[in-house]
């Protein structure tokens, strides 16, 4: 889901987008209509009335609990409104005189208690966000009792989360998300995720629509005014975050069985059967995949993929009813890519995974974060090397973990497992930190255990906690006793700990003793940052090496500033790899003749994950001011002709990165190095693949187009790509797939007004949802000044769905010419631009600062930004963060500007 290369900014909606992956949004709720219930005869003794009793803060008061729901609920996708009535068992510790549960923007028409066989007076305690309160006649006592509440809700268009509606070609549709706080939008309940307990849901809509939800349909009547009741099966115990449905005009793709005769169906918009194919066909060989893994059978009755035309989240592992954002799932046959197949199927596989991590057993609270979704990234990774190994996943692993390590290098980075303090903590949960690192670290860990003994410790937690909850230390608990050795050590050191470690390594062969590396390690810190190096980790540090044609690899633990590790080569040997497989959760930092020998024999000697690794260590070392830039760029050019798509990525994210550093007097001999090193194999592929053309030519094609046309200003590239363009837009066949966004974009760059305008106007007139995505963004990579401002002009306004219209703001601050334009107009509405957006995504605003890389900016940002983005959920730390990488990125600039500078100088 996220880009596997490396980066040195973050755009605005990819960070929302990565952040916004299963996350809720804690919301204030609506004045509750106060009420009162005629009190019943009960045998308990009269009592006063109370005051309003104190509203909780973050968490439920302990003392009582749901043990069942029974969910009714009324819902017209066309409509904003809906009713329910809810029933809630609950158990009850201790005698008290309030329940407390969770809602927002709900209103209360009536409310009853019933305890012991009578029912109790209750008033409704109004709150001003999250909670409601009811406030009972009487105390009730210790044992069983029953809450039922008849209220009314909002199914807020497009917002996404929630009970939300979305229009989808003329048509009108329900769904949910409620992780993480969300299930409170739709119904009052016990929103925390150790609540777990068995739900039945029926809803009552239009007999035309249809209604899927977790569970399969039990029973269906037909009700009076064209409506019906779907009642559905009891679900096994589940959090409320959770429970899932949808309502609309869905057609459905059957897509087999699972082995225990699971049905498996695809759910898509109306008339969109015929472009769900790939999913209807992968879907159940990768939870076979997942089922030998786990030695569990999949453990829910039924799994239908449903694809969501509107959606915060990428996806979303509801049990039984995964729901997936809709360009995941749907693509017209024609324009099927490998990487369309690739995300599906990584997606797919990681929300699979959640069936038992995070399903069947589930975090107790939300600083486990991690247990559901580093799980899941890591088990989608495992899954998807043994079923396509094609596909370089391992390299794309490397990758990942090189990237969220940027974000790791950060003072006000989180730990994986970090402690949810407020609301706040809960949203920035669901970040890089959680999927990416969190992957990672697992990865590590399961090398240096051995994946055996790993899959013996999943298997036996998953088993000690089936269909309940559980802890950190439940996990680690289960790996130490696989294992038979402690391993919290490990786990603590990279799950309760921020940062990245970086290890210094220098290799000694004296006469009559073993080669030894002499290892020491400290906190990776940036040029520009105030960390303080003098942290240490239990690092697990493999490392491999060369003699001759021989091969070897070596282990240690380094859990001190420094260590050795003897190596078991007979001889001193040709090259040392500090990181074997590149999979180690460290930067490595080769001294002496160490480093040049690794580059001189990379090509050879090590595996392409392992050059991209290197690469990316080198990347850091250069950030880190460890090495100077200069280094790098002059490998560039032996990288761009290697054989290998990914070691050309990396070398075109080497010389894309610099592009911020490049003085406007040598603007022309950047642009000249780009033609020079990489126009002739751009010209080469050209603008049309070949048929028999292998998938990495395919996939390289793009970024090296894109990056001789626009970054090397190649005319003939940039005039046939303004040709095809307009071709496209007459013809949709006349762009491969996988080249329509790149031609669009390079034609925008060099656009002029007419064809913004035939932008503009296709992209009003399509209701095709992967098409306007493509106009829009062509829309938002013009440069012209006045084309620019149109396009911010837009969006702010209605013309096109929220989400998409902020894509317009976000090309303008991809480019440094139009930067300050962006950053301008943001200032100037930001009010009316954070109300467009979800409110997920609205603390993420704050990067958009983060681009401008001027840190004499800092006050006027701090003042304008910080207090508007820090009343959003996740607002404080995402401000923080940001002003930190305005910070680093000056100071990156200042210091590598003039190595840049000297290079170009010679090209």
Not at 39 to 58: G, I
Not at 434 to 442: D, I, N, S
Request: net charge negative; aromatic share 8%; hydrophobic share 45%.
């Amino acid at each position: 889901m996220l880009a596997r290369m490396i980066v040195r900014a973050r755009t605005l909606l990819s960070i929302a987008v990565l952040a916004a992956c299963g996350t809720g949004k804690p919301a204030a709720v609506a004045p509750a209509t106060p009420v009162a219930v005629a009190p019943a005869p009960s045998p308990a003794p009269p009592a006063s009335e109370p005051e309003d009793p104190e509203t909780p803060d973050l968490r439920l008061p302990a003392g009582v609990r749901p043990t069942h729901y029974d969910v009714d609920l009324t819902l017209d996708p066309a409509a904003e409104d809906f009713t329910g009535t809810i029933t809630i068992a609950v158990a009850v510790d201790a005698p008290t005189q309030v329940l407390w549960l969770n809602a927002t923007e709900i209103t209360v028409d009536k409310a009853t208690v019933t305890a012991g066989g009578a029912e109790v007076a209750a008033r409704v305690v109004e709150t001003p966000k999250d909670f409601l309160g009811l406030a009972l006649a009487h105390p009730i006592g210790a044992g069983a009792a029953t809450v039922t509440i008849q209220y009314r809700g909002k199914a807020h268009p497009n917002d996404g989360d929630g009970i939300y509606t979305a229009k989808e070609a003329g048509d009108w549709y329900a769904f949910t998300q409620f992780e993480s706080t969300s299930a409170r939008q739709a119904f009052p309940c016990f929103d925390e995720p150790s609540f777990k307990v068995p739900w039945r849901l029926t809803l009552h809509t239009k007999q035309a629509l249809v209604a899927v939800a977790n569970t399969p349909v039990e029973a269906e009547r037909a009700e009076a005014g064209g409506m019906k009741a779907v009642r559905f099966a009891e679900t096994l115990p589940l959090p409320s975050y959770l429970i899932a449905f949808a309502v609309g005009p869905f057609d459905s793709v059957a897509a087999g069985a699972t082995r225990g005769g699971a049905p498996i169906r695809v759910v898509v918009p109306r008339g969109r059967g015929g472009d769900a194919g790939y999913p209807a066909s992968v879907t159940r060989p990768i939870l076979d995949a997942l089922e030998d893994y786990f030695g569990i059978p999949y453990p829910y009755p039924k799994l239908d993929i449903v694809a969501v035309s509107v959606f915060n989240a990428g996806a979303m592992e509801n049990p039984g009813l995964i729901t997936f954002r809709q360009e995941i799932v749907l693509t017209k046959p024609a324009d099927m890519t490998r990487a369309k197949q690739e995300r599906y199927a990584s997606v797919a596989a990681h929300e699979m995974a959640h069936q038992w991590f995070g399903d069947y057993v589930t975090m107790a609270w939300w600083d486990d974060t991690w247990l559901n979704e580093s799980f899941a990234s890591w088990m989608a990774s495992k899954i998807m090397l043994a079923w396509q190994p094609t596909w370089d996943v391992d390299v794309d692993m490397v990758a990942s973990k090189s990237g969220v390590m940027r974000q790791d290098s950060l003072d006000a980075a989180r730990a994986i497992r970090q402690p949810i303090e407020t609301s706040d903590d809960i949203v920035n949960a669901f970040d890089g930190i959680t999927y990416a690192k969190g992957e990672a670290v697992l990865t590590m860990l399961e090398r240096w255990i051995g994946p055996d003994v790993f899959q013996k410790g999943v298997r036996a937690y998953l088993a000690a906690h089936a269909f309940g909850n559980a802890t950190y230390d439940d996990f680690v608990g289960a790996m130490t006793t696989a294992a038979g050795r402690d391993l919290h050590p490990q786990f603590d050191a990279f799950v309760r700990q921020t940062g990245v470690p970086i290890v210094k390594v220098e290799l000694t062969c004296a006469p009559g003793a073993a080669p030894t590396l002499h290892l020491a390690q400290r906190r990776y810190a940036p040029t520009g940052s105030t960390i303080v190096g003098d942290r240490t980790w239990s690092v697990p540090v493999c490392v491999r090496w060369g003699v001759g044609a021989t091969t070897g690899r070596d282990c240690a633990i380094l859990d001190q500033p420094t260590g050795e590790l003897a190596l078991s080569a007979k001889a001193c040997p040709d090259w040392v790899l500090p990181n074997d497989g590149g999979l180690g959760y460290y930067r490595m930092q080769p001294t002496g003749a160490l480093l040049d020998h690794l580059l001189a024999r990379a090509p050879k000697a090590l595996t392409l994950p392992e050059r991209v690794g290197l690469l990316g260590d080198l990347d850091a070392l250069i950030d880190s001011g460890d090495l100077g830039a200069g280094t790098v760029l002059g490998l560039v050019a032996t990288l761009a002709k290697d054989r290998s798509r990914h070691i050309v990525d990396a070398s075109i994210g080497i010389v894309g990165s610099i592009d911020d550093m490049v003085p406007p007097a040598l603007r022309g001999n950047y642009e000249r190095f780009i033609r020079k090193v990489y126009g002739a194999r751009a010209h080469e592929l050209g603008w049309q693949s070949r048929p028999g053309e292998p998938d990495d030519v395919k996939q390289l094609r793009p970024r090296l187009l894109s990056l001789v046309a626009d970054d090397g200003h190649d005319p003939a590239l940039i005039k046939e790509a303004t040709a095809l363009a307009w071709r496209w837009l007459d013809d949709h066949a006349a762009i491969q797939p996988e080249l329509v966004g790149v031609a669009l974009e390079v034609a925008a760059r060099y656009g002029d007004q007419k064809l913004f305008d035939r932008l503009h106007a296709d992209a009003r007139k399509t209701e095709d949802r992967e098409e306007r995505g493509r106009l829009l963004g062509a829309m938002a990579g013009f440069i012209d000044p006045a084309i620019v401002a149109q396009a911010l002009a837009l969006a702010l306004t209605d013309e096109f769905e929220l989400r998409d219209g902020m894509g317009l703001l976000q090309g303008a601050f991809g480019d440094p010419r139009t930067r300050m334009l962006a950053y301008e107009f943001t200032r100037a509405h930001f009010d009316e631009i954070a109300a467009k957006l979800p409110e997920p995504f609205r603390p993420y605003l704050g990067y958009t600062f983060a681009f401008l890389c001027d840190d004499a900016k800092r006050p006027e940002i701090e003042a304008f930004f910080g207090p508007r983005v820090a009343k959003f959920d996740g607002g404080p730390r995402v401000m923080a963060q940001a002003l930190e990488q305005l910070t680093l990125c000056a100071a990156s600039r200042k210091a590598q500007t003039p190595a840049v500078t000297a290079f170009l100088k010679k090209q």
